[in-house]
């Protein structure tokens, strides 16, 4: 079901004046790459290290932390609320005048001299509202039943813009077969690797169709895109636990007693009888006996165990989506497409993504704040 709209009419609002462009926002720009494998962004970093989330959300939302204060004076309950982040802009939104319409969907842009004309579907057979400025906020594909449909990115494709293909990101893998479904349920954290690529690290979550947990969300943008160049499948190693091939090696070389004792310390029990399976070892083997082959299989399969995933859970499990309107044909400072004056783009549309953990919001939000502000400071211009 389509809710809502998020097509502002800027004339009605009385932002405050355009600022000069932050230097986060300039430095995730020009990184375009760099958003994309966010431990290399240094920019990037520095928006997370504002944590807690009310800096990045709530500043960003409202402008200033002073505007956050007066507002919880006058409603000292306001962040105690699970919804608080929506609460705040619907309330902030209402005392600045905008006017939100449901069930309304914009099926058509026209640039015309100096307004757009935006074309709704809605209850009454469809409507027309002209406005100088224009912020498309019509988000991906992922999980279409929230409205995000993609229509967002035709509108686009219709005005001219780049669209770089558009990709499930943040999806589960799946398996078929389902080598590991004995497994599901179990769930550690582990480093995954995509050679040459990415390194992520976190929670793994071994699932009846396949692998989830951020590790793998996080990494699984690659597999996708592997997928869709329709050459090799993106190879993925899993190293179960903190310590390496060297570490691991010393440990069964050394080790005394039998062998699933060193594995059941490091990783669930039902793991290590799977890893000992698949290396032909019996559990109960005495690690005396452990001959060299052996050893190094097992070494591997500890370190470097290829998942063997085969596809993904696609857009209907995806956080979030990759690809969208290039963000060269977009001016950092005020989010207007160098297309098309008078339209700005904000969000997941845009041609970036980031990891769990934040960083989709973060964007959403920044990007909003500047297309605002953008959109604000041409209709005072
Ligand atoms: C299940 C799930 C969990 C997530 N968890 C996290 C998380 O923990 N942390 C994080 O950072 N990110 C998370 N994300 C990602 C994050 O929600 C998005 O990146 C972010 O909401 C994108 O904001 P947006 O405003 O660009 O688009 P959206 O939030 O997708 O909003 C787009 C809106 O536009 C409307 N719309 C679309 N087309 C039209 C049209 N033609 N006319 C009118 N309206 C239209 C849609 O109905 C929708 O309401 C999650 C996403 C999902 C799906």
């Not at 509202?129 to 279409?144: E, Q």
């Not at 409205?147 to 509108?155: M, N």
């Not at 398996?175 to 590991?180: F, I």
Request: charged residues 25%; positive net charge; proline residues 8%.
């Amino acid at each position: 079901m389509r809710k809502l709209i998020l097509l502002f009419i800027l004339a009605a609002l009385p932002l405050t004046a355009q600022q000069p462009p932050s230097p986060v926002m300039m430095a995730l720009f020009k990184n375009e790459k760099g958003f994309k494998d966010p431990a290399k962004n240094a920019a990037l970093q520095e928006l997370l290290a504002k944590k807690p989330a009310l800096d990045i959300y709530e500043t960003a939302a409202l402008g200033t932390a002073e505007a956050l204060e007066k507002m919880l004076r006058a409603d000292p309950e306001a962040l105690q609320r699970p919804n608080r982040f929506g609460w705040t802009l619907l309330h902030l939104a209402a005392r600045k005048g905008v006017e939100r319409r449901f069930e309304a969907l914009v099926d058509r842009l026209e640039p015309g001299t100096d307004r757009w004309t935006v074309h709704l579907k809605d209850d009454e057979g469809g409507t027309e509202i002209a406005a100088r400025s224009v912020i498309i906020a019509t988000g991906g594909l992922s999980l279409p039943g929230t409205g995000s449909d993609g229509l967002g990115f035709e509108l686009m494709r219709r005005l001219g813009h780049t669209l770089h293909p558009p990709y499930p990101a943040l999806t589960p893998l799946i398996a078929d077969p389902p080598r590991h479904a004995a497994l599901a349920g179990i769930s550690l954290d582990v480093t995954l690797t995509a050679p040459r690529l990415l390194t992520t690290q976190g929670g793994f979550l071994f699932t009846h169709r396949g692998y989830s947990g951020p590790a793998v969300l996080d990494i699984s943008h690659l597999a996708v895109r592997s997928k869709m160049a329709g050459g090799p499948p993106q190879p993925l190693l899993v190293q179960w636990t903190t310590d390496g091939p060297d570490a691991w090696d010393e440990r069964l070389r050394t080790g005394a007693g039998i062998v699933i004792t060193p594995l059941r310390r490091s990783i669930p029990e039902r793991l290590a009888e799977a890893l000992l399976t698949e290396a032909a070892i019996h559990p109960g083997r005495p690690l005396h006996q452990l001959r060299r082959e052996e050893r190094r299989r097992l070494v591997d399969l500890l370190t470097r165990y290829p998942l063997p995933w085969t596809g993904d859970e696609g857009y209907r499990k995806a956080e979030v989506t990759g690809g969208g309107v290039a963000l060269s044909e977009i001016d950092p400072r005020t989010l207007e497409s160098r297309r098309h004056p008078g339209l700005f783009l904000c969000g997941e549309i845009l041609d970036a993504f980031g990891p769990i953990g934040g960083h989709n919001f973060a964007w959403a939000w920044a990007t909003g704040r500047a297309a605002g502000r953008g959109a604000a400071g041409r209709i005072q211009s």
